[in-house]
Nanobody, 123 residues
Framework: VQLQASGGGLVQAGGSLRLSCAVS????????MGWFRQVPGKEREFVAT????????WYADSVRGRFAVSRDKAKDTVWLQMNSLKPEDTAVYYC?????????????????WGQGTLVTVSS
């Protein structure tokens, strides 16, 4: 099982980026797909999650209204559209998957992780 995140880069404050997470699903049934981020020296934090099957979305308060998570099951891909970016959004972003209905915001509930993609927002 592999998760491959991409799409990071350098953007000015107020700009947008779209991250993608390609999912290898040979032996894998995801329940929820999530995005987390981490700044060096700080704990990894929850950003957003959506179910692989279903319409709900969950967002951290810090990104609600600016970020949007979506999926394309036919392409086995999950996206994180990030708008109105702020310097404090600068971090390495990780996609992750969990295989049960446990809490979506707890990092330890996620079984599979991508390698991370760096987002840098300049002021």
């Amino acid at each position: 099982v592999q998760l491959q995140a991409s799409g990071g880069g350098l953007v000015q404050a107020g700009g947008s980026l779209r991250l993608s997470c390609a999912v290898s699903r040979r032996a894998f049934q995801a329940y929820d797909m999530g995005w987390f981020r981490q700044v060096p020296g700080k704990e990894r934090e929850f950003v957003a999650t959506l179910p692989w099957r279903g319409d709900r979305r969950w967002y951290a308060d810090s990104v609600r209204g600016r970020f949007a998570v979506s999926r394309d099951k036919a392409k086995d891909t999950v996206w994180l559209q990030m708008n109105s970016l702020k310097p404090e959004d600068t971090a390495v972003y990780y996609c992750a998957a969990k295989t049960d209905s446990s809490s979506v915001s707890r990092i330890f509930n996620y079984n599979y992780w991508g390698q991370g993609t760096l987002v840098t927002v300049s002021s």
